[in-house]
């Protein structure tokens, strides 16, 4: 049985921003929580929980609200438990393409102690396997390593591993969402990453990267941190748990929390 301390934010914050994909100008409300994370739309509420994503192409869809994952792994990494998420259209803001913003902003209202919770499980580990992607879950202490494999593709392979997520906020919050090269013509045509520039996303070309990357390793940090996000969906804090991940995505991601939730009581 793990115990972890549950955080709320002392206050509303703001962000406001485009739409990842839409462009759309996008207002988003953290309002201080009691029962879980959830975000709302008009009068709807959605629990930030798996049962309730409802698309997983290229993000992480919560009832009607799209691009969840950054947020989610910001309230990870500071170790949120409860908030109320208000947003004015149908995703999340691109931000600065990644959870640093976030991160930084709900952090900077205070995220006081309102008591503890258990975790009871996972007694063994949780595996999701789906052809060549991998998750594999345990109980821990916040050792995360993400494989990202291109195979003849650059930039090949890399590997992105951390003893621990105390240092989430530089090594992990940082890294941007991206794109290969020869995806862009692609995601035009589908309307897709209209909130994006070349400050907030890079592109991967075939030999390297085509605009400045943050990190020599800034892919596999990026989807470090959408698995963390996408994992948090389950209500266990990342720094409970070992994860290694391969190749993974947002479906298997959720696939993997929907399997994670089974195997713990949370109390």
Same mark, same amino acid.
């Given at each position: 049985?793990?115990?972890?301390?549950? +955080?709320?934010?002392?206050?509303? !914050? +703001?962000?406001?921003? +485009?739409?990842?994909?839409?462009?759309? @100008?996008?207002?988003?409300?953290?309002?201080?929580?009691?029962?879980?994370?959830?975000?709302?739309?008009?009068?709807?509420?959605?629990?930030?929980? @798996?049962?309730?994503?409802?698309?997983?192409?290229?993000?992480?869809?919560?009832?009607?609200?799209?691009?969840?994952?950054?947020?989610?792994?910001?309230?990870?990494?500071?170790?949120?438990?409860?908030?109320?998420?208000? !947003?004015?259209?149908?995703?999340?803001?691109?931000?600065?393409?990644?959870?640093?913003?976030?991160?930084?902003?709900?952090?900077?209202?205070?995220? @006081?102690?309102?008591?503890?919770?258990?975790?009871?499980?996972?007694?063994?580990?949780?595996?999701?396997?789906?052809?060549?992607?991998?998750?594999?879950?345990?109980?821990?202490?916040?050792?995360?390593?993400?494989?990202?494999?291109?195979?003849?593709?650059?930039?090949?392979?890399?590997?992105?591993? !951390?003893?621990?997520?105390?240092?989430?906020?530089?090594?992990?919050? @940082?890294?941007?969402?991206?794109?290969?090269?020869?995806?862009?013509?692609?995601?035009?045509?589908?309307?897709?990453?209209?909130?994006?520039?070349?400050?907030?996303?890079?592109?991967?070309?075939?030999?390297?990267?085509?605009?400045?990357?943050?990190?020599?390793?800034?892919?596999?940090?990026?989807?470090?941190?959408?698995?963390?996000?996408?994992?948090?969906?389950?209500?266990?804090?990342?720094?409970?748990?070992?994860?290694?991940?391969?190749?993974?995505?947002?479906?298997?991601?959720?696939?993997?929390?929907?399997?994670?939730?089974?195997?713990v009581t949370i109390s």
């Amino acid at each position: 049985m793990n115990r972890f301390v549950r +955080r709320t934010p002392t206050d509303s !914050v +703001r962000f406001e921003g +485009r739409g990842l994909h839409s462009g759309e @100008p996008i207002t988003v409300l953290v309002h201080p929580g009691a029962e879980g994370i959830a975000f709302r739309r008009g009068a709807t509420r959605w629990a930030a929980s @798996p049962e309730n994503v409802t698309d997983t192409s290229r993000c992480t869809r919560l009832g009607e609200v799209s691009t969840v994952e950054h947020l989610m792994s910001a309230f990870a990494g500071l170790g949120v438990t409860d908030a109320e998420v208000e !947003v004015d259209g149908d995703e999340l803001p691109a931000m600065d393409g990644c959870s640093l913003a976030f991160y930084q902003g709900v952090s900077a209202v205070g995220l @006081p102690a309102r008591g503890e919770a258990t975790v009871d499980g996972p007694f063994a580990r949780v595996f999701h396997v789906d052809g060549d992607v991998k998750i594999a879950i345990s109980s821990g202490n916040g050792h995360w390593r993400y494989e990202f494999e291109c195979g003849d593709r650059w930039p090949h392979s890399q590997h992105f591993e !951390v003893l621990s997520l105390n240092k989430y906020a530089d090594e992990i919050a @940082p890294a941007r969402t991206f794109a290969f090269e020869e995806e862009m013509e692609m995601v035009r045509k589908a309307g897709l990453g209209k909130g994006l520039d070349e400050t907030t996303a890079f592109v991967i070309g075939s030999s390297g990267y085509v605009n400045k990357a943050k990190f020599d390793d800034e892919p596999a940090r990026h989807k470090a941190l959408d698995l963390i996000g996408d994992l948090y969906l389950s209500g266990v804090p990342p720094q409970l748990l070992n994860v290694v991940a391969q190749r993974s995505g947002h479906r298997t991601n959720v696939a993997a929390a929907t399997k994670l939730k089974e195997h713990v009581t949370i109390s």
